[in-house]
């Protein structure tokens, strides 16, 4: 995907040249003629970069600047400000205003893009290795669960290439497998390592875990497509699911193939209030939530088959069967 430059520029006689010219690099290029539009092309497309390249009616550089500032979104958007003109006075507003890069001049190439780009992807990436590192951490509390996530992504990924799906449709899959559960952050650990069934209160507790998912990986743009699996890894294809009762294919593919690769390792894992059960016990009972209307019963058609000829999920322990869906 290339990265988005949203250029601000009234309609200065250079405006479609340095169009052209970031196309050319392969940015994709949106303008905004007036601060309303600044603020919703920010809050809709959040772009990598956003050039001031003229002075918005009413509103001066570093102005420009803050708005950018105003969405927990944006707080990673660079702003590089290439006017005619430019006073000391606005500059110095303007590295006040958190512009990432607030320079008098890109001079005839878009170079002075590209630290902006380097210093967002490097950020982007450290954030997203301290929410991975948060996640292994959930797991680490809670011993019988470990490397659950490691291995729920495995075997995702196993069943999203027997599908067809693209490398990058594939990566998101991984990504989302891995943090599915970063929302067990706020649920306590008393609740999280209970032995015994949740009550009510409990129960509502943990089904929040979501949304809250959802919201610590929303500010970041690479995380973005996989916001989806985090979010609805729990709805189930009769609608009955939580957190917004999605029905059949309104849950996307890549989430309904997390769910059947959840629901199958946690049934092959020990648990506090039971044992691992066998391949062929979890294969049973994903069967039978198939046609409950829980799991989309032709992925848990395509396990099975998988299963049978050697080319699937691998055997764990053993148990009675179980019912099962958390």
């Known amino acids: 995907m290339n990265p988005i430059i949203l250029l601000v520029d009234v309609a200065s006689a250079e405006r479609k040249n340095w169009k052209v010219l970031l196309e050319n690099q392969n940015f994709d290029v949106i303008i905004a003629d007036n ?20 002075h918005l009616p009413g509103v001066h550089g570093a102005e420009s600047c803050c708005c950018l500032k105003q969405d927990p979104l944006d707080q990673l958007t660079s702003a590089v400000f290439i006017p005619s003109k430019l006073t000391l006075a606005e500059l110095i507003e303007g590295r006040e205003a958190s512009a990432a890069d607030f320079s008098s001049s890109l001079g005839d190439e878009p170079g002075g893009i590209e630290p902006p780009l380097r210093l967002k992807a490097y950020m982007d ?9 948060l996640a292994h951490n959930i797991e680490a509390r809670h011993s019988r669960t470990d490397g ?3 291995r729920l992504a495995e075997r995702a990924m196993q069943l999203g290439e027997r599908l067809g799906l693209s490398e990058e449709d594939l990566q998101d899959l ?12 706020a649920v306590p650990e008393r609740i999280l390592l209970k032995p015994s069934r949740l009550n009510a209160e409990e129960t509502e507790i943990v089904r929040q875990h979501p949304v809250t998912g959802e919201k610590i990986c929303a500010p970041l743009k690479c995380l973005r497509p996989i916001l989806p699996l985090i979010r609805h890894h729990h709805e189930r294809m009769d609608g009955s699911g939580y957190p917004d009762g999605l029905y059949g294919e309104e849950i996307p593919l890549k989430t ?6 959840d629901v199958y390792d946690a049934l092959t894992s020990d648990r506090p209030y039971r044992e691992a059960l066998t391949s062929e016990e979890a294969l049973e009972i ?9 799991l989309d019963a032709a992925l848990v058609s395509k396990v099975s088959r998988m299963w049978r000829s050697g080319d699937g999920f691998p055997i764990a322990g053993s148990s009675k069967p179980t019912s099962f869906y958390a």
């Open 35 to 54: 601060a309303e539009s600044v603020r919703q092309i920010c809050l809709r497309l959040e772009p990598d970069v956003v050039i001031l390249h003229d």
């Open 125 to 133: 990436e450290q954030a997203k290795s301290v929410i991975l590192s």
């Open 148 to 150: 659950h996530s490691d």
């Open 174 to 185: 991984r990504l989302g497998c891995l943090l599915h559960d970063i929302g067990k952050l």
């Open 256 to 261: 309904r193939i997390l769910q059947v690769a």
């Open 286 to 294: 994903l069967r039978q939530e198939a046609t409950y209307g829980w």
